[in-house]
């Protein structure tokens, strides 16, 4: 057990699809509330900042919420006393990123073939790098967020997702008998990802996904039930 929560400086947080960043607010907001409870106003701006800096990370596909979400950030760390820095040029935690890959390091010729697509988006290039960093390095403890619905989302657009979602079907026909099934609906894939992250790397942690219920009671979702039952010690 962590007394302090989210407040402790171990424990590391990720929206994996943090939209315009509602979710990373709150939880700023709960780091903030639980510093001040503890009397620490002497480094509670401090504190708070490191957090949102170094410790609260939100991942985002889509450029007009990723804007919004730095803003609302960079409004409620103004308006509790930890403003950024332009000079030092502080940013949040925030990444323009697919959350659904780039969660193993890319073999030598696919990252020099992925650099050559980014040669002059500078910007982007280390956008990506700085996520791959969050992704592959550091040992996230919490994943919480609101994952999108899609049941008719499709195939998986790259390989890793594919793979993800491939390992919720197997066994299914020969073990379970279930001959048609859907796997597709994406928050499945966030479902996975948070799996992963907690239960196969970090290896303890939480994970909180509002989804729809279709896991919970559809014979298709029988693989992955198994799995979290066996890998995570309270459902």
């Not at 900042?49 to 960079?74: C, D, T, Y």
């Not at 820095?85 to 959350?99: F, K, P």
């Amino acid at each position: 057990a962590i007394p302090d929560g989210l407040a402790d400086p171990s424990v590391f947080v990720l929206d994996p699809c943090c939209g315009t960043g509602s979710y990373l607010v709150e939880v700023l907001r709960h780091i903030h509330k639980t510093l001040k409870a503890k009397g620490t106003d002497a480094l509670l701006a401090s504190d708070l900042k490191k957090a949102a800096l170094k410790r609260v990370f939100g991942f985002e596909i889509l450029a007009a919420p990723f804007v919004v979400s730095h803003m609302q950030l960079g409004l409620l760390l103004q308006n509790m006393g930890a403003p950024l820095s332009d000079a030092n040029q502080e940013r949040a935690g925030v990444y323009l990123t697919n959350a659904l890959t780039g969660w193993e390091p890319l073999d030598p010729e696919k990252e020099k073939a992925f650099q050559a697509v980014l040669i002059g988006f500078l910007h982007l290039h280390e956008e990506q790098k700085d996520a791959s960093k969050v992704k592959q390095q550091v040992p996230i403890l919490v994943i919480l967020g609101n994952p999108p619905y899609n049941a008719f989302a499709g195939t998986a657009t790259t390989k890793e997702e594919k793979d993800s979602v491939a390992l919720y079907k197997e066994g299914l026909i020969k073990k379970w008998g279930i001959k048609k099934f859907n796997l597709d609906d994406l928050y499945i894939r966030f479902f996975r990802m948070a799996e992963r992250r907690i239960a196969e790397q970090t290896g303890r942690g939480v994970v909180c996904l509002i989804s729809n219920f279709s896991y919970l009671s559809d014979p298709s979702f029988v693989v992955m039930r198994e799995r979290f039952l066996g890998e995570f010690d309270r459902l």
